[in-house]
C-alpha cells in the first residue's frame, strides 16, 4: 500500500500513568531513550502492527487533552507537507529533521483533525 501509517505517538500530560496503563493493557514492549529535551519512551510491537512511541506534551496548554498522532510514509516531506498546504491543511510544524532517522511534518487537515507526515532517511 503506497503511503501506509508507519508510526503513531502519544503526547500526554502524565507520561508515567500513560506508560503504566498501556503497558499494563497491551503488554507492549516500552523502552526509554533520551531526547534533546526530556525523554521518549518507544512503544516495540514487534513484527505485526506499526510501532511508536509516548512523551510528555512538548507544549500543553492548560486544559488540553492527551493524543495520539498518527504519521503517513511519503517519499518526499517536503513536497508532500507543500501538497497538504495546498488542498487546504495548516502547516503545525513545519518539516523537521530527527537525527539520523528522516523528517516529519504535522498538518491540520480541512476538517480539524491532526496528521503527520514522515520520510525516512536514505542509508
Same mark, same amino acid.
Given at each position: 500500500m503506497a503511503n501506509p501509517f508507519v508510526h503513531v505517538e502519544l503526547s500526554t500530560n502524565n507520561l508515567p500513568k500513560a506508560k503504566a496503563f498501556y503497558g499494563d493493557l497491551f503488554n507492549w514492549k516500552l523502552e526509554d531513550m533520551p531526547m534533546d529535551e526530556g525523554s521518549y519512551t &518507544? @512503544?516495540?510491537? #514487534?513484527?505485526? #502492527?506499526? #510501532? #511508536?512511541? *509516548? *512523551?510528555?506534551?512538548p507544549n500543553p496548554v492548560p486544559g488540553a487533552a492527551s493524543a495520539w498522532l498518527p504519521y503517513v510514509l511519503v517519499d518526499d516531506v517536503a513536497a508532500a507537507t507543500k501538497k497538504a498546504k495546498s488542498l487546504g491543511a495548516t502547516v503545525k510544524k513545519d518539516v523537521t529533521a530527527v537525527k539520523d532517522m528522516g523528517s516529519f511534518s504535522i498538518l491540520e487537515d480541512p476538517t480539524g483533525a491532526t @496528521?503527520? &507526515?514522515w520520510e525516512t532517511r536514505s542509508r
Open positions: &518507544l @512503544i516495540k510491537v #514487534g513484527e505485526e #502492527g506499526t #510501532g #511508536g512511541g *509516548m *512523551m510528555t506534551n @496528521i503527520a &507526515l
